[in-house]
């Protein structure tokens, strides 16, 4: 391990030998960190935490502080974050609570600027990218490929759908669709698939063509929500992202925004 002579590190926490920590960085009791990780100056890192390999930590990021949750009361909780993610300045990310599992979880390949908070017991999963400021409170599921905006701010228990797209400054207080792109405006407007994002992820024409028919019954025929899903349904769609979309309508306990 090359570490900074100002930096503080916990005699039993687990640092692989190839992690470099800089300057004033403290890590805590109760945290491990696999290979290839760069802690630059000024990080604290606090347990327990499972940290993957090749994460970089910008400067003053916060990594495991204790739940922002009045009903928490010291109990022993974690967090585990997996490979190749990086996390740019003054990112918050804490804990979990006993109330939820006890562990906040972050996936591999995440983007998260500066400013970003991931709140108790949050699950995100892969190839995520978090927007400067977006703020998460607690109990917050994110699938992967998702792309929320700058500033947006996500009530806790609510879901974002894999590959949907959020314009800067939303408020989601509903799960937000997958595959969608989402805008700011009040009440949220949905304004079809994400047809960028998703060929870039990888999604043939097909898909994305399927997509955008079952969001058009979703949304833009006069059908309620049900009828809407029986519709789609109907069609017997062959993307198995279209089923995935009504499977995410279904297990909603919050509502969609749509």
Do not use: W
Request: a neutral charge; proline letters at 3%.
């Amino acid at each position: 391990m090359k570490s900074h002579p100002s930096s503080i590190i916990h005699p039993k926490a687990q640092v692989a030998s190839s992690v470099s920590v800089g300057p004033y960085a403290v890590i805590g009791e109760e945290v491990e960190i696999g290979e290839d990780c760069e802690i630059l100056s000024h990080v604290v890192l606090e347990g327990p935490a499972k940290i993957g390999k090749q994460n970089r930590f910008f400067p003053f990021v916060s990594i495991g502080q204790a739940p922002q949750d009045l009903k928490y009361r010291g109990e022993r909780t974690g967090i585990e974050i997996g490979n190749a993610n990086t996390f740019r300045e003054y990112v918050t990310v804490n804990r979990g609570t006993v109330q939820a599992g006890e562990v906040t979880r972050i996936g591999d390949h995440n983007l998260l600027m500066a400013y970003v908070h991931v709140a108790h017991d949050c699950q995100l999963g892969s190839h995520i990218i978090m927007a400067n400021g977006a703020s998460l409170a607690g109990h917050v599921e994110i699938g992967d490929y998702a792309n929320v905006g700058a500033f947006c701010g996500v009530h806790q228990f609510t879901r974002l759908g894999a590959y949907c797209f959020l314009g800067a400054y939303t408020v989601i207080n509903k799960d937000i669709l997958p595959y969608m792109k989402t805008t700011a405006d009040r009440p949220m407007t949905v304004l079809g698939a994400n047809r960028i994002g998703l060929e870039r992820a990888g999604l043939a024409k097909s898909d994305i063509d399927e997509l955008d028919a079952a969001f058009r019954l979703l949304s833009r025929s006069k059908l309620n929500t049900t009828q809407a899903l029986e519709a789609i349904e109907a069609r017997r769609f062959a993307s198995v992202h279209v089923k995935n979309l009504v499977e995410f309508i279904k297990t909603s306990e919050r509502g969609v925004a749509k």
